[in-house]
């Protein structure tokens, strides 16, 4: 009797296990599938989807007849050790429609709904009902925490570790099924059981054979350190290409070909996380400077010409601002750059003489910014590669000890946009209240946000801003006046400019000194007065009156913008893939 209770507790672990493992590998799968197609779909609409994708296969699972589990397994094995090439080209071309919901939404279907149908009938043919109760608990509830651990590590390649460990663990376990099977049964084929293992081991060649074919292999570089490289097919340079905490840091540059009339858009050095432009510069044939002056230049002594985004020389007319005693005086002393970019208003404000604290979540983003894109030495305890909202709030605890050690910014450059949205934590009435005890009474703060301007986004932003500052003034950095019939659906860089000051925040004229022999510096920043966008374009007097207050402005506890920014994010990346060819994007 105790004999079989044993066997049946031991039989009810082993189920368990296998369940609770199945569960954890189909975590581990789905996370690593998410972290490998955000590049080329980012992050917004590649989640749109992605629960409604498993949740629908774990149900067709369950009401379907189950295959036997060495059969699952055999086939979850090469499903598996296919992904990495079959997630990164089925997204390649799916993405080329140009579709920021159908596009990731066929590549769920084919790539992660078949993993996800046979990870569940796998479970459901130790213990239906116990799989049941695990694959709810973890379907998709470990994935966030899984999201975390893989950005904390960043692990070279781990989206393809994963993907190929898992295949081998499958098979693995499918020729142990067999050989176990082929030594109990009642008539032991030797031979048969040696040609079912070595079944399982042609799907490892064939995609250690795959792998090696450069016609099949993704042109992915962050499991390789071959840079830099050149696309066969496009005048396109890989420099560098980096996993890191906010994603697959890249930086690329765009060549002249040939013939230049067959691509609009070359000579140019970008910054690139994911789907994201963060950033770039002119190079070649295309850097130019006023007075033909010596222009920047990169670790090895490559010349660098004008910013491609006209929205980061557009922030250097914080310096501008004359209605506060600094401004009249031009003694802005102290500056504080959050969210770095490839460092162009931090570069301005050091050659201007002005001590400049760089606070970048993103390592690899400031390791580029140095080496690529000219950023000069801000100097010691200057640099703090961590997420803003801990750092200021450290800060002000400094200002309210009175330590002798803290700083108070005259002015300060705030811009977070990245995949087209921002970290709503740091759009929160709290943040920048925070933010506001460690600047000097007169300071002002250059807000950059990217979107339309009569969203709700913009809306709330500016009321919070309002609320936190009490004065802002908007500027915009499209080429011409935004026809009042556009403001809902134009795409452009808003800059707030902000001050706690009692003064009307004005701008003075930008004299040559401010131009730092930048063409496009002397475009922008001589025509601000056209740039300005007027309150009431962004909202009517509504908007602003005390009843509707409180339902948009920004807090901790209710803060909706990364609700409001999920439609201007997708039409974000439809914009970037209508500007810049496929293929860089492609290729990371």
């Known amino acids: 009797m105790s004999t079989n209770s044993e066997l049946a507790t031991w039989t009810s672990a082993r189920s368990s296990l296998s369940i609770l493992a199945v569960s954890i590998a189909l975590s581990l799968f789905t996370t690593a599938y998410e972290n490998s197609i955000i590049p ?13 994708i498993v949740h629908t296969s774990t149900a067709f699972a369950v009401i379907t007849p189950n295959l036997s589990s060495s059969k699952i397994l055999l086939i979850l ?14 997204s390649v071309h799916a993405a080329r429609f140009k579709d920021p919901i159908y596009s990731p939404l066929v590549t769920h279907v ?28 973890n379907a998709l509830q470990l994935r966030p925490l899984l999201m975390l651990l893989f950005s904390a590590i960043s692990l070279e390649a781990s989206n393809n570790v994963v993907f190929t460990v898992l295949g081998c663990v499958c098979l ?94 070359h000579s140019i050095r970008y910054l690139r996380v994911s789907h994201s432009l963060l950033g770039g510069v002119w190079i070649g044939d295309e850097v130019a400077s006023l007075d033909s002056s010596p222009p920047l230049t990169d670790q090895d002594g490559t010349p ?12 250097e007319a914080v310096r501008l601002v004359n209605s506060t005693p600094q401004g009249r005086k031009g003694e802005y002393k102290h500056a504080l750059i959050i969210g770095l970019g490839t460092g162009i208003s931090a570069n301005a404000f050091a050659r201007h003489g002005i001590a400049t604290t760089i606070v970048e979540i993103d390592p690899a983003v400031y390791d580029a910014a140095r080496q690529y894109f000219g950023l000069s030495d801000p100097g010691n305890n200057n640099v703090f590669l961590q997420d803003a909202r801990g750092w200021v709030r450290s800060r002000r605890a400094m200002v309210e000890a009175e330590d ?20 709503e934590h740091l759009f929160s009435i709290e943040f920048w209240n925070d933010l506001k005890t460690i600047m000097s009474p007169e300071g002002v703060i250059a807000v950059n946000f990217a979107g339309k301007i009569a969203s709700n986004s913009s809306q709330a932003i500016l009321a919070t801003l309002l609320q936190a500052f009490g004065q802002c003034r908007a500027f ?3 080429v011409e006046p935004i026809p009042q019939e556009q403001l809902h659906s134009t795409f452009v860089n808003i800059v707030f400019f902000c001050s706690p000051s009692s003064t009307p925040l004005t701008f003075r004229p930008a004299i040559e000194e401010d131009y ?73």
């Not at 803290?406 to 970290?423: A, E, L, R």
């Not at 994010?569 to 209508?578: F, N, P, Q, T, Y």
């Open 516 to 588: 730092l022999h930048s063409y496009l510096r002397r475009h922008i920043l001589s025509s601000l007065v056209k740039r300005e966008i007027n309150h009431i374009q962004i909202g009517d007097s509504s908007i602003w009156s005390a009843t509707t207050e409180e339902k948009i402005i920004l807090t901790d506890a209710h803060n909706t913008l990364n609700t409001w920014q999920e439609r201007e994010a997708l039409d974000h990346w439809k914009l970037m893939r209508e500007m810049i060819p496929d293929v860089v994007w492609e290729t990371y």
């Open 172 to 265: 693995a376990v499918y020729g142990g099924i067999k050989v176990y099977v082929g030594r109990h049964s009642a008539h032991p084929n030797a031979l048969n059981t040696q040609s079912t293992v070595a079944l399982s081991v042609i799907p490892l060649v064939f995609v250690a054979l795959l792998s090696l074919s450069p016609a099949l292999r993704s042109p992915t570089l962050v499991d390789s350190i071959i840079t830099p490289y050149n696309s066969p097919t496009y005048p396109l340079r890989i420099l560098n290409s980096t996993q890191s905490k906010t994603g697959v840091v890249v930086v690329g540059e765009i060549l002249p070909p040939v013939d230049r009339s067959s691509t609009p858009l």
């Open 304 to 315: 660098l010409g004008d910013s491609i985004y006209s929205a980061f020389v557009l922030q």
């Open 40 to 52: 080329l779909f980012a992050s917004i609409p590649t989640l749109k989807y992605l629960g409604h």
């Open 476 to 478: 915009h950095d499209h």
């Open 404 to 423: 002798p050690s803290s700083i108070k910014y005259d002015v300060v450059v705030h811009d977070c946009f990245s995949g087209g949205g921002v970290p």
């Open 77 to 90: 094995g090469c499903l598996l050790l296919l992904a990495p090439h079959t997630s990164y080209w089925i």
């Open 110 to 137: 084919i790539v992660l709904a078949p993993v996800v149908y046979f990870s569940v009938s796998l479970a459901m043919s130790v213990d239906p009902t116990l799989a049941l109760i695990v694959l709810a608990a």
